[in-house]
């Protein structure tokens, strides 16, 4: 979702400074957290609270949500183009949001960007399976409510890549994030497009 559908790093950025403050550290520059994102929650916080207990590392987390879901997600937007790509995408496939927010924040982060959770035939955050990605967790649940196999796992991140090569299904990095071309390559995934924009173009000429 963050940055495959929606530009978020802001929203992030804002909520996770503002929670760094709250538990008395001081803030992180843009570039650095922006190299976390794809990251687990708890092993962002993990990295941010450096030796900090298991009751601050909550406290943290704790607040960065509320931050986020009360304050910094009107940073949130779409992606342009997004919306029609996604129409365009549901008359052929099913679609699923797989991701390492909550299932909360996923729906705060569509309904910010303009984007109808309705598009999404499943919708699968962090707090809803056991390790979010880069485990394949989230398209092992995927698959078993859809009763068949995904076909792709596409993502902004080396992380999406992992999970899906985990998950052995066919993957495609998308150039939206913080992870540039020559990074992605190097956890070989299938494809490597500019943005999902560019999905429904490959996706025929593939079959």
Not at 51 to 80: G, Q, W
Not at 118 to 131: E, P, R, T, Y
Request: aromatic residues 8%; charged residues 30%.
């Amino acid at each position: 979702m963050d940055n495959t559908l929606v530009y978020s790093d802001e929203a992030h950025i804002f909520a996770y400074n503002e929670a760094l403050g709250k538990v008395g550290l001081k803030k992180k520059n843009k570039v650095f957290l922006k190299k976390l994102f794809g990251m687990p929650h708890h092993q962002i916080a993990k990295i941010l609270l450096s030796k900090a207990d298991s009751k601050k590392t909550k406290r943290f987390l704790d607040e960065h949500h509320k931050i986020f879901m009360h304050k910094t997600h009107k940073y949130v937007k779409a992606i342009p183009g997004i919306k029609k790509t996604l129409l365009k995408l549901r008359k052929n496939y099913d679609i699923a949001v797989l991701s390492n927010c909550s299932r909360e924040t996923i729906l705060k982060t569509l309904k910010s960007a303009k984007i109808s959770p309705k598009i999404f035939k499943i919708l699968i955050g962090s707090d809803q399976v056991k390790n979010s990605k880069p485990y394949p967790d989230e398209i092992i649940k995927a698959e078993k409510l859809e009763h068949h196999k995904p076909e792709f796992m596409v993502g902004d991140s080396v992380y999406d890549v992992i999970a899906g090569k985990k998950a052995k299904v066919k993957t495609i990095a998308v150039l939206t994030g913080n992870y540039p071309r020559n990074l992605l390559k190097k956890y070989h995934p299938n494809f490597i497009i500019n943005s999902v924009n560019y999905l429904p173009k490959m996706l025929k000429k593939i079959n």
